[in-house]
Each structure stands twice: as C-alpha cells, then as structure tokens.
C-alpha cells in the first residue's frame, strides 16, 4: 500500500525558504510520477510541480518556475520541493501525491496516492 507522508511546513517570513519532504513506502517508485499540491483557505487544490521518478524529469506551474524545485533522493525514497523566495500568497497546505504511469500530471485528479499535507505559512 503506499504511503506518502510530508513534513518540513512551519512559518516563514517573506523572501524566506523552505524544504519540503516527502517520505514514500509501499511499493518501488520507479514508474511513478510524484506531484506536488497546494490548497489555500477558501482555494481549490493547485499543482505546484511533478517529477518523473525514475528520470528526474520535472514539470512546474508558471507560478514555481524558477522559484521552487522538485527533487528526489532515489535510494531513500523521498520526493522534496524546494520553495524559494516565499510569498504569503505561497500559504497553504502544500500536498504529496503519486500516480502510477509516465506523463507528468498536473491535474489533481491524475493521482491516486496522496499525504496528508503540511502547513506552510509565510509572513509579510
């Protein structure tokens, strides 16, 4: 069964970073495709970013680009997405998910497995 579980959120202050982790179990990752969400208070769920396990290739929103990146550590494994330069529009809980299969999704309702969120808040 696979888990996913997310920490590294907390309060930041504007112009800050932070990384978030993504601990996943329960199966071999190597066909999976790993997504990164975002949902404010009152927002739908938004894609930040994916990465292709095996490969490593990557695929942001207009919003990330450039400011956030999407890594993974492949031994592990664990997924991670490194924010840069925060904004407090980047409040939210920011989610893991995994889909089984090779396209790099950005739709919500592409993935299958998802955590339980970790909060991040950002300061002016």
């Known amino acids: 069964q696979v888990q996913l579980v997310e920490s590294g959120g907390g309060l930041v202050q504007a112009g800050g970073s932070l990384r978030l982790s993504c601990a996943a179990s329960g199966t071999s990752f190597n066909n999976y495709v790993m997504g990164w969400f975002r949902q404010s208070q009152g927002k739908e769920r938004e894609f930040v970013a994916a990465i292709r396990y095996s490969s490593e290739h990557t695929y942001y929103s207009e919003f990330a680009t450039g400011r956030f990146f999407v890594s993974r550590d492949y031994a592990k494994p664990v997924v991670y997405l490194q924010m840069n330069n925060l904004t407090p529009e980047d409040t939210a809980i920011y989610y893991c998910?995994?889909?089984?299969?090779?396209?790099?999704?950005?739709?919500?309702?592409?993935?299958?497995?998802w955590g339980q969120g970790t909060q991040v808040t950002v300061s002016s």
């Open positions: 998910a995994a889909t089984e299969g090779w396209g790099l999704q950005k739709a919500a309702d592409a993935y299958n497995h």
